[in-house]
């Protein structure tokens, strides 16, 4: 939403890994594992993307409401905040935090639409309600960065022009993980940057070189988005529902 | 919201009540911004969301209003409420100007080149922090009389902007310090349209009279033609390619002490870039905070 990084509530908020990857207590009681807290949120991640294509709004609305989901799992407990009520709650203030409002009463409609499951079954008062408890659990700050302006920025600058679209799907993906928890939004575009050159065998050992950013830093998230892929292969439907039902067992 | 008193009503925006209240613990004064969220439709508004989160973003500074808190309430009916808790301050510039109006004196020179810098400080502020204001009027410029501070409010209509800067809504700025381009329809429109409305102001604080004041987009664009003269593609190009562009009366721009006859070469001067048509070559916040005009004035306490 603004222009400027460094200054901006976002790059003070930004976590240690070993804050983001915390199972809240209530949820740990249910048998809630780290991997099923990872799994869920992914879940949730696939859940925004979907409702998001029918209600038609752009990249960095889909991008600040999955930044806000992975925020309010830092601060609540998913036994006390269902996350298939967060995740399209979240994705109805980021369209307004964004300036593309889009209505309750249209999310409400796609809901049932995608999903049969009475699980996933909530209504417009709902929403509204869960609208006002993530606003206090994110203290009302709003603004979050993203990886993507960088992107553009930085090919061009590379001269990669030609590789916007594998990297743009590599940055979707890192939404799956918790890395805009965790990392400046550059260092993520880098990141992908990285990947998708050794993967094209481009050498831009010099161009990386002449940015003077700490290469390290930009290698270790290359890592963990290519560990991220690696383990992707074996999550099944199966994993996905057992830490689902988890949830629903009363502690 | 058993935590604050409310003394009286002050004011009362779009989206709801502002009132002075006291903060029972500390016995501290505040401005409680009440904010209705739409009965059952869609929550809470997107102006308010914005402002929030751009004050999150901003309060820190010494010339923006300080956001101290954001509290969930429920009113009578048991409708939720926001109220936004901001520090006290008991007049506006608007007023203020309209106190000397009605007693017939000017506003003393050195407190009003201290205002217009405390301006310039606080829009760099929001400028170097990606926020434009896009709303700059007396009566959002809150101020201490005895402090002599200002500070800028009302960020409802104000917005990050990413660069380049594209296509925002029209219809925001009241008209009278309402940019040209703007007026004129341009899609793509930046800080320049703050520095105008501050050049507005500042010619308001010297005759305590509106610059430009027009009653429809047409009109203003009149007031500011024959004052400036009718711009064209020499003085201001890519002035005939903008959308709201038509055939207007032939105007020669006029000496700007003529409309702000008690500023000194100086002050005119800074004017003078603070309404430049062509929005790329206005001065900015930071640049005018260097401006000459300042030299004299002491700035170690703003």
Request: neutral net charge.
């Amino acid at each position: 939403m603004a222009a400027n990084f460094w200054t901006s509530t976002h790059y003070k908020q930004l976590l240690d890994p070993e804050d983001v990857d915390v199972v809240h207590p209530p949820d740990r009681e249910r048998g809630i594992t780290v991997e099923d807290f990872k799994l869920i949120k992914m879940q949730m991640v696939t859940y925004i993307w979907k409702l998001a294509q029918h209600v038609k709004v752009r990249q960095r609305v889909i991008a600040t409401a999955v930044t806000y989901m992975r925020r309010v799992y830092t601060r609540k407990s998913m036994s006390e905040y269902d996350p298939r009520l967060v995740a399209p709650a979240c994705l109805y203030l980021a369209a307004k935090a964004e300036e593309s409002t889009v209505q309750a009463k249209a999310l409400v409609f796609y809901i049932k639409k995608i999903y049969a499951d009475e699980k996933y079954r909530y209504d417009m008062k709902d929403i509204l309600e869960m609208e006002m408890k993530i606003l206090e659990a994110l203290n009302y700050y709003l603004v979050v960065f993203h990886p993507y302006r960088s992107l553009t920025h930085l090919l061009q600058d590379a001269g990669m022009e030609d590789m916007t679209q594998f990297t743009w799907g590599l940055v979707n993906d890192t939404y799956k993980m918790d890395l805009i928890l965790v990392h400046p939004p550059h260092l993520i575009a880098l990141a992908c940057i990285y990947i998708a050159s050794v993967y094209k065998d481009r050498d831009t050992t010099s161009w990386f070189e002449e940015l003077r950013v700490d290469m390290n830093v930009v290698k270790n998230i290359a890592v963990e988005i290519l560990d991220f892929y690696e383990n992707h292969r074996s999550i099944t439907e199966e994993r996905v529902t057992a830490a689902f039902s988890k949830l629903a067992l009363k502690a | 919201m058993e935590a604050f008193e409310k003394l009286e009503k002050v004011g009362e925006g779009t989206y709801g009540k502002v009132y002075r209240a006291r903060e029972k613990a500390t016995g501290k004064i505040v401005a409680l911004k009440k904010t209705r969220l739409h009965e059952d439709e869609e929550g809470v508004p997107p102006t308010t969301l914005r402002e929030i989160s751009i004050l999150r973003m901003l309060s820190r500074d010494p010339h923006i209003v300080r956001l101290m808190d954001v509290k969930q309430g429920q009113n009578k009916e048991g409708k939720t409420v926001l109220y936004l808790v901001f520090e006290y301050m008991d007049t506006d510039l608007k007023k203020y100007i309209r106190s000397f109006r009605s007693s017939g004196e000017s506003i003393p020179v050195n407190i009003a080149k201290s205002l217009m810098y405390q301006l310039c400080k606080g829009v760099a502020f929001c400028h170097g922090h990606g926020v434009l204001h896009r709303d700059l009027k007396p009566h959002n410029l809150l101020m201490d009389k005895k402090m002599m501070t200002l500070k800028i409010a009302d960020l409802g209509l104000a917005r990050a902007f990413t660069v380049p800067i594209k296509k925002y809504t029209h219809e925001i700025l009241t008209l009278w310090y309402r940019a040209p381009e703007v007026l004129l329809g341009a899609t793509h429109y930046s800080t320049a349209v703050d520095m105008w409305s501050v050049g507005c102001i500042f010619a308001e604080l010297v005759t305590k009279q509106a610059l430009f004041p027009g009653d429809s987009e047409l009109q203003q664009l009149l007031h500011i033609f024959r004052l400036l003269g009718t711009p064209n593609e020499k003085m201001w190009p890519g002035v005939s390619k903008l959308m709201n562009w038509h055939e207007y009366p032939q105007w020669k721009p006029q000496s700007l002490s003529t409309a702000v006859p008690n500023l000194d070469k100086d002050g005119l001067d800074l004017l003078s870039q603070m309404l430049h048509y062509e929005p790329s070559r206005r001065i900015s916040a930071k640049a005018a905070m260097e401006h000459p005009y300042f030299d004299d004035l002491n700035k170690t306490c703003l």
